[in-house]
């Protein structure tokens, strides 16, 4: 493996490019916003760049930081996203023919974004409890409670949407 | 238990499948790139500061007119001239060839086995770290350059050749060279190569040693990665 502040931001940028895109989509359910935290989360990594030793995760690390500025993003534009998502919900819900739209998803928009963000450094970093709780400067407590949160709101679709339609 | 784990890994399924379904806007990298890309600017000197630069900026004129009245003559005569820059264009063409020659089968086998980073280290110790004036120097050029400028030739399979290089030294008080290399790349196994200029700057001190170089690659990487 090559050390972390040996390479260049090019190259960083070129292999984490999408994934960051898609963390900060994931959160902000807004292409515009997304943008948005994809162009600040690598500013604030080329910034800091230099200070990560050779034994960081740069995977972890930019999604990270990708998951902290899709947070700031969204509690600073809270009222336009729950406009939009009002709106979107309307729309799908008056139309009989999209009653067949996937819930889940429906429900992962639910989710608020500091659950979303444990999601994503637990089923995509596939950190532990405890390392996300050392990673994110928060209690090992906040953390389970936050995935049993999001646990729970998911498992709601299991029941409503049925067992096989979520294994599928 | 068993169902719990079923459950935990339906979760993370749906969570990748979520993730994976989203679709990134087209065009949007490259055009991120732009402006993101970190532009090394120039260092401000602080308005505290200048009165001190002022006055050793008059010292250092003085001191030589001073000297020029004493009965010996110690300007550097045509000759050493050409010698000092000879020296000094060796110094970054050394540096130039063994950065953008390669990547060697040494290179190669160190990015491609997985080997432990003290490899690497040791790969550019070897090739760039007399040229320079200092470590933070050297430090500087091996975080951009160095080995790690290989690593996009390297995943295209490209193998990059120095052609010639072209120097001119600018009007600067310091010692400062500007520079423009052809670089031949051609994709391994075609027969087919193609020529892109890079060019860049390096700064000298008077030991000949490099203390700033900036190597212009984005148009050669540009060129590599359309192809």
């Known amino acids: 493996m090559v050390e972390i502040s040996r390479l260049n931001e090019k190259e960083i940028y070129e292999s984490h490019f999408e994934k960051v895109y898609k963390t900060a989509y994931f959160i902000l359910k807004n292409e515009e916003l997304a943008k948005d935290a994809t162009h600040d989360t690598f500013i604030k990594a080329f910034k800091h760049l230099n200070k990560i030793n050779q034994h960081a995760r740069i ?41 067949e739209i996937d819930e889940l998803e429906n429900y992962l928009d639910n989710i608020p974004p500091e659950q979303k963000q444990i999601l994503i450094l637990k089923y995509m970093e596939e950190l532990t409890e405890k390392e996300i709780a050392n990673l994110l400067s928060i209690k090992l407590g906040t953390v389970k409670s936050r995935i049993f949160r999001a646990k729970q709101k998911l498992y709601e679709q299991y029941t409503l949407g049925g067992e096989n339609r979520v294994g599928e | 238990m068993l169902e719990n784990n079923q459950n935990e890994q339906r979760l993370k399924e749906h969570v990748t499948k979520e993730i994976d379904s989203i679709r990134v806007p087209t065009g949007l990298k490259e055009e991120m790139w732009t402006q993101v890309q970190p532009v090394r600017k120039k260092r401000r000197i602080p308005s505290k500061v200048l009165p001190y630069i ?32 000879e020296e000094q264009i060796k110094t970054i063409e050394t ?55 290989m690593i996009i030739p390297i995943r295209n399979e490209y193998t990059l050749q120095v052609k010639d290089i072209k120097f001119e030294k600018t009007d600067s008080k310091e010692i400062i060279y500007n520079f423009s290399v052809e670089v031949l790349y051609q ?9 892109e200029v890079v060019d860049g700057q390096a700064n000298l001190n008077e030991d000949h040693k490099i203390e700033r170089i900036l190597i212009r690659l984005n148009d050669l990487w540009n060129a590599i990665e359309k192809n």
């Open chain 2, 187 to 195: 994709k391994e196994g075609s027969e087919k190569s193609d020529v």
């Open chain 1, 59 to 99: 995977n972890t690390w930019i999604t990270t930081i990708a998951t902290r500025t899709a947070i700031d993003i969204y509690n600073k534009n809270k009222k336009q996203i729950a406009y939009e998502f009002k709106e979107e919900n309307y729309l799908s819900k008056s139309d009989e023919f999209n009653v």
């Open chain 2, 95 to 149: 540096v130039l060839q063994n950065a953008l020659n390669g990547p060697d089968a040494e290179l190669k086998q160190i990015f491609n086995r997985d080997t432990s980073i003290e490899d690497s280290i040791q790969y550019d110790k070897e090739r760039f770290k007399e040229y320079f004036a200092n470590d933070t120097a050297y430090m500087e050029f091996v975080n951009s350059y160095g080995a790690v400028l």
């Open chain 2, 54 to 85: 002022a006055t050793l900026a008059c010292v250092a004129v003085l001191i030589p007119l001073g000297l020029a009245v004493l009965p010996f003559n110690s300007e550097p005569t045509p000759s050493d001239v050409v010698t000092t820059q």
